[in-house]
């Protein structure tokens, strides 16, 4: 059974059209992080929640935004995506702060036109 | 600063053979490890965790071995399969309940029938 969800799988927008990509889970885990996945590299860490506190990384473009509205859904919005947003955008979940395996999600495919 | 990283970037192995994937990492503070298995087009998939606290751990056709002295994990795969192909990744999480992981680059597993 699918424990971490991403829709849609696929992605398609258009420069400067934004984009919301959403991930749920079903593991009631406390712990919500977007990762950005270029080809051939390591995950890329965008930000995460605990619970409602957001986290973003020193790093993340100001482009990119993320919404908790309860335990089982987060969202990542796009605001005006580049060509080199095209990517693949994962979601993960971990269920609290100590030391645990994270549960990555498919993941949503996105190509920016 | 931190970092994890992989002596080989590719392994191509005979299908029946075993193959050793390594990585080493930088942070001495780091207490957890992970590894995971990324087939083309999905998500990372969870293969195997270690602690700090342990030495070596045995899962279903896989160990993974820390050698904390000189900062190296490594994943052994026993008999290896096509199936087995994929990119792995290593992954650690640092002491103090950080809710971060950091990945290393990556390693492209090959098969041979």
């Known amino acids: 059974d699918a424990m971490v969800i991403q829709n849609p799988r696929y992605q398609v927008t258009q420069f400067g059209k934004p984009v919301t990509l959403s991930c749920s889970q079903t593991?009631?885990?406390?712990?919500m992080y977007w990762y950005q996945q270029k080809s051939s590299q390591a995950p890329k860490l965008l930000f995460h929640y605990y619970d409602k506190d957001f986290n973003n990384e020193a790093d993340t473009p100001d482009n990119f935004q993320s919404r908790r509205p309860n335990t089982s859904f987060c969202f990542l919005d796009i605001r005006s995506p580049g060509l080199g947003d095209a990517a693949m955008y994962l979601c993960?979940?971990?269920?609290?702060?100590?030391?645990?395996?994270?549960?990555f999600g498919p993941g949503t495919r996105l190509l920016v036109l | 600063g931190e970092s994890v990283g992989l002596h080989l970037p590719t392994l191509s192995v005979q299908e029946g053979d075993n193959s050793i994937i390594n990585c080493a990492y930088s942070?001495?503070?780091?207490?957890?490890f992970i590894w995971y298995k990324q087939e083309s087009g999905k998500g990372p998939q969870f293969i195997i965790d270690?602690?700090?606290?342990?030495d070596k751990r045995q899962g279903q056709r896989v160990t993974v071995l820390l050698n904390k002295t000189v900062k190296h994990l490594s994943l052994q795969i026993a008999a290896t399969q096509p199936g087995d192909s994929a990119v792995y990744f290593c992954?650690?999480?640092?002491?103090?309940?950080?809710?971060?992981?950091?990945f290393g680059k990556g390693t492209k597993l090959t098969v041979n029938p």
């Open positions: 992954a650690e999480n640092m002491q103090g309940g950080s809710e971060k992981l950091v």
């Open positions: 593991l009631n885990h406390n712990v």
């Open positions: 993960a979940t971990r269920r609290g702060r100590a030391s645990e395996t994270q549960y």
């Open positions: 270690i602690r700090s606290n342990m």
């Open positions: 942070n001495s503070a780091s207490d957890y």
